[in-house]
C-alpha cells in the first residue's frame, strides 16, 4: 500500500480543509479524529475519490506514513496537544516531525520542542491563518521551532499557502516558539484593525446618521484604495447583507463580543516587555466591556443618554476624516506589533526577519492588506529600522492623515460614542513623537512617596538622585529597579 505523505489528526473544520488543500497539491493524507465517525463521514464525504487515507487509531495513522513521518496536530491548544504528543511519541522514530498547528501560547512551543529533541523526534509549531477560506485555498503559515524539521515540511507548506506575485505566504520565522509568537501577534493586530473598524462604523451609524446602503458604498470604496484589506472587504460585504424582513442582518446581532485568548496574550506579552502596545490593549479591553451587555443596559437607564449630537462639516468631509483615522491608526497598530517582536527577538534571541513576517501577511490570513508591501520595503531599506512611523513612507501618511484624525476623535468625543482605539492610536503618536513628557513630575511623586529616586537632565544617565521633600524623610533613597 502506497505511505502517505503527511498525517493530520484533528478534522474539525480547519483541519478538513487544510487536508483537502494538501490533497488538491499532489499530496497523499493519512488522517485520524479521536471520534472516528468524524474520520468516516470525511472520508466518504469531502474527501471522497481523493487522495486520502482515513484511520481508526494512531497506530494506524503511523503505520500508514512514509518516513521520515510527519504528524500534524489541529486539535485544541493546551492540555489537548500535550496529551496526542504523549500518546504519539512512542509510536514514532528518531526523526519523525510532530507538527501544532493551532493557536498555542509559544512558551508552550519552546518547551515542546525541547522535550521531543531531548527523544530524537523534531517539533514544528505552526501559526496558520486564514479562517477556513484560507486554509482550503491557501493560508498564511507561519512556522517555528526546531530549525531541522523546517526541511522536512517546507515543500508541503509553501505548496498550499496563498501566493503574492508568486511568493508563497510561507517562510521559515525562527526557532522554538518564534512561530506561534509571530501568530500570537497577528492575532493582536487582528483584533486592533476590526475594533478600529468597528468605531469607523459606529460614528458613521450613530454620530453622522449613515444607512447602511450608504456605509456599504462607503467601506466599498475604501477598499480600492489604501485601506483595500481583507477585513474592509468583508465589512462592506456584511454591511450590504439584508435579513428575512429586508433589515440590515447586522443590527440583529447582539453586540457581545466573544474572544479565544490571543490578544490577550499579545497585551500581556507587552506589558511583561515593556512595549506600549496600547491600541491592541484598547481593543481586548472593549471586547471585554462589551460582554458587559446586562450592566450595560442597567448603567444605560442610570447615567443617561449620550450628550446631543454635534456635528461641523459635511458629510464627505466626515467620512474623509474617519478614513484618515481608520488608516493612520492601522499604521500605529502593526508599528506597535513590530515594536513587541523586536522586543522578544532581543529577549528570546531569535533572527526574525520582519520584511519575510510582512510578506507572509500580504496573503491568506485575515489581516491581509495592500499596505503590508509598504511594510515588507520599510524593512528591506532598513532591516533595524525601530518603528515602522519613522520610515518616510509612514511617516508622510501620518502627517497626510493628522487633521482628519484628530477630528474623527473629536467626533466621537463630541457625540459621546467610544472610539478607544482611535484615540489610543493618536494619544501613542502623540507621546511618541514628545522628546519631553510629564513622567518627570511622576517621579517626583515617586520619590516623594517612596524615596524611589530620580534622575537629572543636566546629569548623566544612570546617575540617580533623593530629595527629602518633607524634611524628615531623610537621605537614604529605595532600591532602583525597572519591573
Request: aromatic letters at 8%; glycine letters at 10%; hydrophobic letters at 40%.
Amino acid at each position: 500500500m502506497e505511505k502517505a505523505d503527511i498525517g493530520l489528526i484533528g478534522l474539525a473544520v480547519m483541519g478538513q480543509n487544510l487536508v483537502l488543500n494538501m490533497a488538491d497539491h499532489g499530496y497523499r493524507v493519512a488522517v485520524f479524529n479521536r471520534t472516528t465517525s468524524k474520520v468516516d463521514d470525511f472520508i466518504n464525504g469531502p474527501a471522497k475519490d481523493k487522495n486520502i487515507v482515513g484511520t481508526h487509531s494512531l497506530e494506524q495513522l503511523v503505520a500508514a506514513l512514509q518516513p521520515p513521518r510527519k504528524v500534524m496536530l489541529m486539535v485544541k491548544a493546551g492540555e489537548v496537544v500535550d496529551q496526542f504528543i504523549d500518546m504519539l511519541v512512542p509510536l514514532l522514530e528518531p526523526g519523525d516531525v510532530i507538527i501544532d498547528g493551532g493557536n498555542s501560547y509559544y512558551p508552550d512551543t519552546t518547551r515542546r520542542t525541547a522535550h521531543l529533541k531531548a527523544k530524537g523526534l523534531r517539533f514544528i509549531g505552526t501559526g496558520i491563518s486564514g479562517g477556513e477560506e484560507g486554509a482550503r485555498h491557501g493560508p498564511s503559515i507561519m512556522p517555528g521551532g526546531d530549525p531541522e524539521a523546517w526541511p522536512l515540511v517546507k515543500e508541503i507548506f509553501q505548496s498550499i499557502a496563498a501566493k503574492v506575485d508568486g511568493v508563497p505566504c510561507c517562510q521559515w520565522v525562527g526557532q522554538d516558539g518564534a512561530g506561534h509568537f509571530v501568530k500570537m501577534v497577528h492575532n493582536g493586530i487582528e483584533y486592533g484593525d476590526m475594533q478600529l473598524i468597528c468605531e469607523a462604523y459606529a460614528l458613521m451609524e450613530n454620530a453622522l446618521g449613515m444607512s447602511y446602503e450608504r456605509m456599504h458604498e462607503v467601506f466599498g470604496e475604501w477598499n480600492s484604495g489604501v485601506l483595500d484589506s481583507y477585513l474592509i472587504e468583508i465589512t462592506a460585504e456584511i454591511l450590504a447583507t439584508k435579513d428575512a424582513d429586508g433589515t440590515a442582518l447586522v443590527t440583529k446581532i447582539l453586540d457581545t463580543a466573544g474572544q479565544k485568548g490571543t490578544g490577550k496574550w499579545t497585551a500581556i506579552n507587552a506589558l511583561d516587555m515593556g512595549v506600549p502596545l496600547t491600541l491592541i490593549g484598547e481593543a481586548v479591553f472593549a471586547r471585554v466591556l462589551s460582554s458587559l451587555k446586562a450592566a450595560r443596559v442597567r448603567a444605560s437607564k442610570i447615567l443617561g443618554p449620550r450628550p446631543p449630537g454635534s456635528i461641523t462639516g459635511s458629510e464627505e468631509e466626515n467620512i474623509n476624516a474617519l478614513h484618515d483615522a481608520l488608516y493612520a491608526s492601522k499604521i500605529i497598530s502593526y508599528a506597535q506589533g513590530f515594536m513587541l517582536m523586536r522586543e522578544a527577538a532581543k529577549e528570546q534571541g531569535w533572527a526574525l526577519n520582519y520584511g519575510e513576517i510582512a510578506l507572509m501577511w500580504r496573503g491568506g490570513c485575515i489581516i491581509r492588506s495592500k499596505f503590508l508591501g509598504n511594510i515588507k520595503a520599510a524593512f528591506d531599506a532598513d532591516p533595524q529600522l525601530e518603528n515602522l512611523v519613522l520610515d518616510d513612507f509612514f511617516n508622510n501618511a501620518l502627517q497626510s492623515a493628522d487633521a482628519g484624525w484628530r477630528s474623527a476623535v473629536m467626533l466621537a468625543v463630541r457625540n459621546g460614542i467610544p472610539a478607544p482605539a482611535f484615540a489610543a492610536a493618536l494619544s501613542y503618536f502623540d507621546g511618541y513623537r514628545s522628546d519631553r513628557l510629564p513622567a518627570n513630575l511622576l517621579q517626583a511623586q515617586r520619590d516623594y512617596f517612596g524615596a524611589h529616586s530620580y534622575e537629572r537632565v543636566d546629569r548623566e544617565r544612570g546617575e540617580f538622585f533623593h530629595t527629602d521633600w518633607t524634611g524628615q524623610g531623610g537621605k537614604v533613597a529605595s532600591t532602583t529597579y525597572d519591573a
